[in-house]
């Protein structure tokens, strides 16, 4: 792979090393093995499909084909495994007006409970509010209990629109951080990741 414009070399709790990085053209078949790798009901959760193994070539490009000075997809990797690919996430722009932007996360389902989403989470927030963010949203089928509950733990307020769940966060208001594992998690990777992805 080229080389990577950022990349970060941490360690999730477990102690497992992992490189974070922003997702780049030549992670095309990264992505299309990832989604490969998800079962039915995580491809249905994730992306509000049942379709098959193959994820769209639009899907792809929209993910992998952005600008490095400004990443908004970043990739999860343990590089010790054959197949590296332990999660994704990106947010993109909802409303320019309101400083809005819309984020979405993806663990593989065997890397469940490892505290990934909570990292991609924290390196979403970070890189949305370095871009001048203010509100950042995630949307869940009313089925998803599981990810429903991890969003409302890591301070997300909750609303329904009669179709799908929307949950919210203030980038700038860490005081509205709950008191709970998953919060403390997030406040903890925001603090150690900020001098690094919010630069001047």
Not at 43 to 57: K, L, P, V
Not at 68 to 85: E, H, I, K, Q
Not at 119 to 147: C, F, K
Not at 192 to 198: A, D, G, K, Q
């Amino acid at each position: 792979m080229a080389d990577d414009p950022i990349r970060l070399e941490l360690q999730l709790r477990d102690g497992t090393p992992v490189v974070v990085r922003p997702l780049q053209p030549s992670d095309r078949e990264l992505v299309a093995e990832a989604y490969r790798q998800l079962s039915p009901e995580a491809r249905y959760q994730r992306f509000w499909s049942h379709t098959g193994e193959m994820i769209g070539a639009g899907m792809i490009d929209r993910l992998v084909r952005q600008d490095p000075a400004s990443p908004v997809s970043w990739v999860v990797l343990d590089r010790t495994r054959p197949f590296p690919g332990l999660g994704g996430g990106s947010w993109w722009l909802e409303s320019s007006a309101s400083g809005l932007v819309e984020m979405s996360a993806v663990v593989l389902d065997s890397e469940q409970g490892r505290g990934i989403g909570t990292l991609l989470l924290a390196v979403l927030w970070l890189t949305a509010l370095q871009a001048g963010a203010r509100e950042m949203v995630g949307y869940v089928l009313p089925d998803n209990h599981q990810a429903s509950r991890w969003l409302r733990d890591c301070g997300a307020s909750g609303t329904w629109d009669g179709y799908k769940s929307c949950f919210r966060w203030d980038l700038r208001d860490l005081d509205a951080l709950p008191a709970t594992p998953a919060a403390a998690d997030l406040a903890g990777w925001l603090a150690e990741l900020s001098p690094v992805l919010m630069v001047d």
